[in-house]
């Protein structure tokens, strides 16, 4: 199937769900409803304000893709907004609470928020999800690159040789849970 088949294939199974949502107006009035219930719920929780505010975050750029169903630029651009500040908070929140006294720490803190960042991002901005282009290809290279890394100095203290089989196994499997893949 060539590229642009597979976008018109893609159009249409877009179009066929339109009709069963809710207008954008009601979309962005139950979005907002369930943010006054959050901001109300965690008013009144027992915690930091750190805390309050990741939550708020994490709790905001989840539920955005759920229930905004508008696709256009400006949806795209709160989207990845919401997922560059909620995955900041996270970033500080996590090293601030954690004690990270080794390398080994260190590794494993830095894939942890890779995979948790690149699974965000895939949450939030389907189209980076679905998108297959060589700056894509090479982003995942790069990543795939970087947990390796990781890995070999996680696993160190095993030996060498099975720090790298594991490692290549671990990654063989990022890499590929990462890769733009289509729906269908």
């Known amino acids: 199937m060539s590229e642009n088949e597979e976008d018109i294939r893609m159009e249409m199974l877009e179009q066929l769900g339109s009709a069963y949502r809710f207008s954008t107006s009601t979309q962005i009035f139950i979005y907002m409803l369930i943010i006054l219930g959050t901001i109300t719920m965690l008013y009144f929780a027992e915690a930091t304000l750190k805390v309050k505010i990741s939550l708020f975050l994490g709790v905001s750029s989840l539920l955005f893709p759920y229930i905004i169903k508008v696709q256009n630029k400006y949806t795209e ?27 080994r720490d260190l590794a494993l803190y830095i894939a942890f928020m890779e995979i948790l960042g690149i699974e965000l991002l895939h949450h939030v901005a389907w189209t980076i999800r679905m998108t297959k282009t060589v700056t894509l290809y090479v982003f995942d290279a790069i990543l795939s690159g970087i947990f390796f890394v990781c890995m070999v100095i996680f696993f160190w203290y095993l030996g060498i040789i099975e720090a790298i089989l594991i490692s290549t196994g671990l990654t063989i499997i990022f890499g590929y849970a990462i890769l733009p893949e289509r729906p269908f």
């Open 77 to 103: 651009g709160i989207s990845i907004s919401l997922f560059a500040t909620t995955f900041l908070a996270l970033i500080i929140f996590a090293w601030e609470a954690l004690a990270l006294n080794t390398m």
